[in-house]
């Protein structure tokens, strides 16, 4: 892994330098992000792989226990119920590795993250 000082530049850099297993849930998480917001350009923002569509869409990191997910304040509270069984803050929630990703509830949660950026544009 890289150490703290040293930036990465593209969302495939991040990637790799993660184990298999993990570099999967992230690919997971990227290509659906791709499929639900087919306009929105990649990005490093936050030293974290970022979407950009009308301001910032949505961000994801990795850490030693679980898949971080940031879809802005909004994107936890509109889906507060169905996140409750997760750990999560104003503007995250923590996906547990060893847990599969809830890739349907991220899918809605893009969705709707896509419609609010686009409303405001």
Known sequence: MKSDKEAFYTIDEYISQFPMDIQE?????????????????????????TFYLHGNLVHFAAFKNHIGFYPAPSGISAFAEQL????????????PQDEPLPLELVREIVRYRV???QKHS
Request: net charge positive; glycine share 2%.
């Open 84 to 95: 409750s069984r997760y750990k999560s803050a104003k503007g995250s929630v923590q996906f």
């Open 25 to 49: 849930k992230l690919q997971q998480l990227r290509a659906l992000i791709k499929e639900e917001a087919p306009q929105a350009t990649e990005k490093i923002s936050y030293q974290m792989p």
């Open 115 to 117: 419609q609010e950026n």
